[in-house]
């Protein structure tokens, strides 16, 4: 469960960040091909702080929980569980603030719920 944890969260902070420092270089959206007509029913006018976002909180916590699994140090499960939520949270707010459902986002809000889980499961605790 451990190896599938650390794929998990090494694949999130890969996509993650890739994609968040593109969205912040090119926040008109043009090089991933999304309009900016996607974000009319949210607070941007352009992708820069979601791509801030992305890179910050959903790439980042990945990264580190994945870093601090690898050593195997004491919050390694804390941290996993804190990139699944910033995973899910990502998702479930992109999908409140552009009204509009991909497929990706079923794929990505999955494996933070995935990571949370295995987490909680090999922090020691019993799933209910």
């Not at 992708?47 to 929980?65: D, E, N, R």
Request: positive net charge.
């Amino acid at each position: 469960m451990k190896t599938v944890l650390d794929i998990l969260l090494f694949f999130v902070a890969v996509t993650a960040l890739i994609s968040g420092v593109i969205i912040i270089l090119y926040p008109d959206g043009s090089v991933m091909q999304m309009s900016t007509d996607l974000l009319k029913t949210s607070p941007f006018t352009t992708f820069l702080v979601p791509g801030i976002v992305l890179t910050v909180f959903v790439g980042g916590s990945s990264l580190v929980a994945f870093v601090l699994n690898l050593r195997n140090t004491l919050r390694r499960y804390e941290w996993a569980i804190l990139a699944g939520v910033m995973t899910c949270g990502w998702v479930l707010v992109q999908m409140l603030l552009i009204n509009t459902i991909f497929w990706l986002q079923f794929v990505y809000l999955g494996i933070g719920i995935v990571m949370m889980l295995i987490a909680y499961q090999l922090k020691g605790k019993a799933l209910i």
